[in-house]
Each structure stands twice: as C-alpha cells, then as structure tokens.
C-alpha cells in the first residue's frame, strides 16, 4: 500500500471565490464534514466573539475622544448594574438609573431637534472604533440642517429603547441611537444605528425605528451609513413618522455595491 | 377551577394562563416577565392542574380577551368543532397519552389539526419530556408545493441563506454558489438584505430569480425583506416567489412587528396572484421565536411557549410552504443556554406540526448565549430524528451579517448521512442529474467543479 502524502480533505474547486465574501464558503470536506482547519478556525471566531461580549468600553477615553468634536458630551447609565445584569435583564438596560435621571432634569429645558445617544450594547468594540469617526461625518451634517443638539449621550450598559427616554426628556424630535450590535464571529466591531421619529419613552417600538446596521470595516461604509440616515431624516421630517412604513429608498449605495465584485451566477 | 395539591402543599392558579406560565419548562424568558413558577414544586403542581383540565376548557377561557387581540378572534373563530369531536372527551393528560398511543396514527393527527388550539398544543407540550416532543411530532406530516415537494417522510430540506453585510451581488452569489455545491437550498435560497431596502430588494430578487431560471433549479426564492416592501416589488413586478414575515401570537407584538392580519391576507393575494408556482400555491415564508412577543413588550401576561404556539394560528391562516421558528437568534435573554435552545426548539417543532404547519427550526445561538456548537449538534440530531421539515444553511455556520451561529451546508450532510435522509425529490433529482450528488446523494469523490458551473467561474479567471 502506497503511503498517502496528501491530507485525506478535500479541497474545493472553487477558491477564488473567497474574494468576494467573508463567509465562511469553499471550506472543503473531510469526508462530507468540516476539516479540521475549519473546525478549529471556528472555534478560535467563536472564542474571540465571546471574549467581545464582555470587554467594557472606556468610557472615560470615548468621552474626551468625542469632546474634541466641538459638543458637550455627558456620561448617563441604565438600571443595568453591570454586564451580567445587562445580558439578563434587557427591561434595565431601557431605562436611566436614578443618577442618571437626576442629572438630566438639572440642565436647563432646552428646546432641541436631536438628541444623539451612544450606548456600548453588545459590543464595547463597535462602539470604541466606529463612534468617533461616524460622528465626525454625522454632527457637521446635522449643523448643515441648523439642528439644535443636547449633549452627546454616552450610556453605559444601554439598550436601542433607552434613546426615547433621552429624547423624551429633551423633547427631541430625531433620535439617533448608535449602539454596539451583538458580535458575530466574523465582524466582532459591528456598530447598528437606529433611527426614531417623536420617540416617547414606553410607547415606541421597534415598529417606529429604522435600523442601520453592520457599520464595520467589511460592511457598510461611514458615508453610505451617514447618506441612509440622513435620507431617512429628510424622509421622516416631511412624512411626520419613521418605522416600518418610512422605507429607505436610497440608491446609490445600491448601485456603489454592484460595482465592488465582478463574479455573477447569471 | 385551577388548584393542584403537591407534596401537601396547595396551589391555586387562579387564572389559564397563570397555569400555564407556571406549569412551563424553565427559561429566562419567563422569569425575566415575572411569570415562572418560582420553585420546581411549583412548576409540578402547575403541570398536574393542568393534565387534569379538560381540552374543552380551551374552548370557553381565552388566554388573551377575545375583544381585545384578532389572534384569539382568529382561533376561536376558525376551530373546526367537527375535527375536535375525536379528541373533544380528553384532558390535557389524557391527550398526551393519546398522542403517544398507536391510535394517534399519521391520518388520525392530520384529521384533528384543525380542531386544535394553539394554547391545547402548548399545554400538552409542558407536560412532554423531549422524547415525547420526538415521537409524535415524528408521526405528524405536513407537506407543502411551490417549486418543490416540502416534507416528505425522510426528506429533510435545507434553506440556503447566502447573506451579505452589504446585500454584495457578487458576495452572495459565491455563497449561493457554495451552497449549490454542497447540496444545499430546496427548502428556499433566502436572503436576509442587510437594510429594508425597496431597490437593494428588488435587485437581490432578481438576482435569485435569475439564478434559479438560468440553472434550472427546482427551489423557490424569498427575499427576507419587511412584507409591505416585499408588496411594494410585486407592485413594481418584481418576481416574488415566496412572501416573508416575522410573526408573533399577540395583535399588540404583531403591531410592533407593523404587521396585522388584513396586511397578511393581502400580501398572500398578491402573491397568489402572481401564480409562480409551478406544482403548488404555498407561497408564505414565515419566521417565529419565542420570547419575541416579550421583548416588544407585548406578551399580555403569557408565557413566551404559549405566545409562540399562538403565532402558529397566524401561520397556518395563509398555508405557508415554510415555517421557520429561529430559536436561539433572540438571545440569553429570554433562552439561556442550549438546554433551553434546545427543548425551545424541539417544542416549538411539535406544537407547529401539529397545527399542520411544515416547520422547520434554525438552530442557532448568539455569541452573548452560553451555548456552543455541540448544544447545537445535539438540536439539531433530534430536530432530524422528530421529522423537521427543514433547517438552515449558512457557509460554515457563520452569518456575516445577522452576527450569529446558524446550521451549515457540513451539519445538513452530517444528518443526511446519519439517518439516510434526503433532500426534496425535484431538487435531489436535479442535484443527481448535474452530477453534485451521486446516486447515493453524497458528494462526488473527486473535488472537481461540476460542469454546469464550470462557465461562472471559468469567467472569472478570464478577466483576471
């Protein structure tokens, strides 16, 4: 019997496909099961991705990060306690703490169109790397719409619906969530902006917000995330709503992504 | 009416839904809305009470105000007295045994489905054990057409899920194409859009459309899009196959998903009327997940194992070619860990076939669950051994864009080899012919790309 020098996977024929996506494709098979490679190349994702979930963000970095933007930025807390708590009780992570509270009913009642809220969510990362420089293209832009803002709301251990307690509290029209999104094991920093006309806190839904997510370096660009929410505030401000019948109907960022890949099955 | 005595100890459950939350299974879900039973003595006491009421019963106390939520107008309105008269002298424990006894045969279960409630189904669930949620659910079949033949007796189909962070045409044709080469895609080739897009839509449904033509393949597609976006690309003409939505068993959850059922029925029309299917008229894809009611904070006091049987209701309405419940995607917060991901999952398959529903389960976790991917090999082993209809397939098990851990092209093999099953005829035919498969529908020894796809990648060297 002659020895056999090559591994007993098979490869696929297919490669040069991996060009075009970070999904997981042409993987090859030992026997009709994952190889061994791919196998352990997992569980190293899965490892990282669990890891991502429970590094905290600095907040005290971020803060004086986001402070050199020109707006006063203020640190608010959920109810949620720590990471624990907030990965099992998602009701605290809606709702300010009474600190919290306390400090925004000491500013003076101003009248404002925008409040702008970050909160670390699943992923202290997405929010470390894409926050600053997202909101160095979204606050010049809202200042173009003469756009009165509250101070930048950085919450720790908060939810998507904690951004209507906020905006309820300025009495702000937009509210602009971007919030950590659950990592995957394949883009750990995936910051999700959500996006909500008139919120009030306890009454909006998710019916009411429009999502933006997968803002990361292989996802959506910056400038495609800011084109979207921009046009779904233009859109809102005329219709008087946004949620699932507010549609993004933006297309150039459509037609940006046609042209990044040359491979076609038709 | 709802008091049991347990080890000395009484218990008055006051109302049929405070029994039921109290007689479930542990889970996160229903200690997080305050409704669990607060010890196990409880949770057993619970489940006596409710062995002991009759399926009646069901009939005269609904669980949500009948004047206050169309999904109880939608149960109570549509039970078929005449289907319920084989079953109508049963309790709840007694049902169980029934199912489990030689008279519950495939054609006795097909013929009481829609004498069924969805709170009947989930009430005799909380008092199975796995094995049981197995073996009935085994002798349930549902079986649906558009394209192809879903849910045969030892066919399991998988749904190709190409997605993309950015809806990229080329990067979601490799994954279409990988998923080809591995088998996979007779149940759907469903895409999730990374954003609520009316144009990214419409170009990922021709994309589909166009693949499917051009290849020939007997599947169906779907665009996983919001449901008045996916009207908005038949009004335009886009060739839709299958309508998708997310669904819940409350009126005031499916508001927050900015569904209801009027939306529904329209949406099923439209897609009737575009009449694309070639050998049968199911054309609704629907998704479900326990613990999606609570979340939108619309559970109306309901354990979050009622609330989902309750959206079966909803599904079967509209005679869905799939259903899919997501089971692991909603997180830690309403289902722990894999115990809990996998009896959810096991549950949800047994009340949904049992309505009639052609259910399948996307096995899967977050990576913020305490689950890995053995919880998910031991779902998804007795998800195939109960007669699933359907799971998922996504490169490697990694969606890159919904950021969780689903099934892959590798796990469906695995459990097509180990319990000899098949995919759908029409495509297992197709898979054969174009020499993907061999004549035992295993991958071909050699790793040489099948011909018919040979052009698509051969003009991809060309260029470059």
């Known amino acids: 019997m002659n020895p056999v020098k090559s591994s007993p996977a098979t490869q696929d024929a297919w490669q040069t496909l991996k060009q075009f996506t970070s999904a997981r494709i042409a993987l090859g098979r030992a026997g009709m099961s994952l190889p061994t490679q791919a196998c352990l190349d997992f569980q190293l994702a899965h490892a990282l991705a669990r890891d991502a979930v429970h590094i905290p963000l600095d907040f005290i970095s971020l803060s004086q990060r986001l402070g050199g933007l020109g707006h006063p930025v203020q640190t608010l807390h959920s109810q949620a306690e720590n990471q ?120 909006s839904t998710d019916a009411n917000r429009n999502c933006i997510s997968n803002i990361h370096d292989k996802g959506l660009r910056y400038e495609q995330a800011l084109k979207k929410l921009l046009f779904l505030i233009h859109e809102a401000e005329k219709l008087k709503f946004s949620g699932v019948n507010l549609k993004d109907e933006t297309t150039d960022i459509v037609l940006d992504n046609l042209e990044s890949g040359n491979f076609s099955l038709t | 009416m709802y008091k049991s005595t347990a080890n000395h100890l009484t218990y008055d459950f006051k109302t049929l839904a405070n029994l039921m939350a109290k007689a479930s299974p542990p889970r996160s879900g229903d200690y997080l809305a305050g409704l669990a039973a607060v010890n196990n003595l409880e949770r057993v006491a619970a489940q006596w009470a409710l062995a002991e009421l009759p399926l009646k019963h069901f009939l005269t106390e609904a669980v949500v105000p009948y004047e206050n939520d169309e999904v109880t107008r939608l149960i109570i309105d549509d039970h078929d007295s005449d289907a319920f008269t084989a079953i109508s002298h049963l309790t709840v424990g007694d049902f169980r045994n029934w199912l489990l006894s030689d008279q519950a045969t495939t054609a006795a279960l097909t013929a009481i489905a829609k004498g069924l409630t969805p709170e009947m189904v989930a009430a005799v669930s909380k008092i199975m054990r796995i094995q049981d949620l ?67 839509t419409s170009r990922l449904l021709y994309l589909l459309h166009d693949v499917i033509e051009r290849y020939q393949i007997p599947t169906q597609a779907c665009v996983l899009a919001h449901v008045t976006t996916t009207l908005k690309a038949i009004e335009q003409g886009a060739p839709v196959d299958l309508v998708f939505q997310s669904i819940a068993g409350t009126q005031k959850a499916n508001d927050s998903f900015g569904i209801n059922l009027n939306l529904l029925a329209e949406a099923h029309q439209a897609a009737l009327a575009l009449g694309r299917g070639p050998i049968g008229s199911n054309c609704m894809y629907f998704e479900t997940g326990q613990g999606s009611a609570l979340s939108a904070n619309a559970h109306e006091g309901l354990d979050q ?38 009896r959810a999952g096991l549950e949800d398959h047994f009340c949904g076939k049992l309505l009639g529903l052609p259910m399948g389960c996307d096995i899967c976790y977050t990576n913020h669950a305490e689950a890995d991917q053995d919880d998910m090999d031991l779902l998804l082993s007795a998800f195939a051994m109960a007669g699933g209809s359907f799971i998922m397939g996504v490169p490697g098990a990694d969606d890159i864009m919904l950021n969780y851990q689903s099934t892959s092209f590798h796990d469906a093999l695995y459990i097509r080899q180990v319990l000899g099953l098949k995919p759908a005829p029409e495509f297992e035919a197709w898979l054969q012919h174009h020499q993907i498969f061999n004549e035992h529908n295993q991958l071909r020894q050699n790793s040489e790309m099948p011909a018919l796809f040979k052009p698509s990648v051969q003009r991809l060297k060309d260029i470059s």
């Open chain 1, 84 to 203: 624990t708590m907030y990965l099992q009780r998602p009701d605290l992570g809606r709702l300010l703490n009474t600190e919290s509270i306390a400090d925004l009913k000491k500013q003076a009642a101003l009248a404002v169109d925008a409040v702008v809220v970050i909160a670390d969510g699943l992923s202290s990362k997405a929010i470390a790397n894409h926050a600053e420089p997202f909101l160095r293209l979204l606050l010049p832009a809202l200042q173009d719409n003469a756009y009165q803002l509250s101070p930048l709301c950085l919450i720790k251990h908060g939810r998507v619906a904690i951004g209507d307690v906020i905006a309820d509290h300025y009495k702000a029209r937009l509210c602009i969530t971007l919030i950590g999104e659950r990592p995957g094991l394949s883009s750990p920093d995936s910051m999700g902006i959500y996006f909500t006309y008139q919120a009030k806190a306890n009454l």
């Open chain 2, 134 to 200: 197995i073996l009935v659910a085994k002798k349930c079949r549902v079986i649906t057409k558009f394209r192809n033949t879903i849910g045969l007796e030892n066919r399991f189909s998988t749904r190709l899920q190409p997605n993309h962070p950015t809806d990229n045409p080329a990067g979601v044709a490799a994954s279409i194409l990988d998923g080809l080469l591995y088998g996979c895609g007779d149940a759907v080739i469903g895409i999730n859009p990374a954003s609520d897009n009316l144009e990214a």
């Open chain 2, 305 to 342: 194992q009622t609330c989902e049987a309750r959206a079966y209701a909803v599904a079967r309405k509209f005679k869905p070619l799939l259903v899919n419940t997501v089971v692991g995607f909603i997180g830690p917060e309403y289902l722990y860990d894999g115990k809990q991901i996998m």
